[in-house]
């Protein structure tokens, strides 16, 4: 039995080149949701429907290392779909929202040019606001673009975030960080600012001059705080959205 597709993708307007030639536009599309509201599944569902590559607009999956922390998707969730804008940035280096949209930028014209779908996703809106909201590059006017936004209700959404951090301890997320963690360390850029790393910090600065009981304790704390402020971040997210 065929099924119908999810989304149509149907002929798009015409723009026009310096030479005065009329092109179809080409077609973007753009999920958008806060974390955890399942972008990436979606995206992933949409890409395995359609002849389709995925752009990463997560600001801290562009870069390298960390993936259990910045919940990066693995190769088996990727199930063959090509993945653009992930672990390409130096873990140390800021990789800017106007980076973000010049390679992004590269990357659409690159997918378009192979004739297939391009799929930015993520949950930095700082980044997607870069890319079609320019006016140099004049996004929207260039693109037919169709924005999806994921949304679920804050009670589910933190619950489920909750879970999440839980699952991120149990897969090696606290030796992972521990890997990074140097006592001078500036939280203000790069990868160290994902949430996950600052708050561990006081954690591994003291947990070989505590017993086991202070260390679970001291742990847990943070634990709570990484929980804590990534359902802050859904929030502002959605609010940002909304």
Not at 27 to 56: C, H, Q, W, Y
Not at 79 to 107: E, K, Q, W, Y
Request: charged share 25%.
């Amino acid at each position: 039995k065929q099924t119908q597709p999810l989304l149509s993708i149907p002929p798009g307007d015409l723009t026009m080149d310096v030479s005065g030639h009329r092109w179809p536009k080409g077609k973007v599309v753009v999920v958008m949701g806060a974390t955890g509201t399942g972008k990436s599944r979606l995206s992933i569902d949409l890409a395995t429907r359609f002849p389709a590559e995925i752009v990463n607009s997560d600001k801290m999956q562009v870069y390298e290392g960390l993936d259990i922390v910045t919940n990066k998707i693995t190769e088996e969730e990727q199930r063959g779909v090509p993945h653009h804008l992930l672990r390409i940035a130096h873990p140390n280096v800021d990789f800017t929202a106007s980076d973000f949209r010049d390679m992004a930028s590269l990357s659409i014209e690159s997918i378009l040019g192979r004739g297939r779908l391009p799929i930015v996703v993520g949950g930095s809106n700082s980044y997607i606001e870069a890319l079609v909201g320019d006016e140099y590059s004049k996004f929207r006017s260039r693109y037919e673009c169709c924005f999806l936004w994921v949304d679920v209700s804050r009670s589910v959404l933190h619950s489920f975030v909750s879970k999440r951090v839980d699952k991120m301890v149990e897969k090696g997320m606290v030796e992972e960080v521990q890997q990074l963690f140097h006592p001078n360390a500036d939280y203000t850029r790069g990868i160290r600012r994902a949430i996950g790393v600052p708050e561990l910090d006081l954690y591994f600065r003291t947990e070989g001059f505590l017993d086991e009981e202070a260390r679970a304790r001291v742990l847990q704390e943070a634990v709570h705080e990484i929980k804590a402020n990534t359902c802050k971040l859904a929030c502002r997210q959605l609010e940002k959205i909304h």
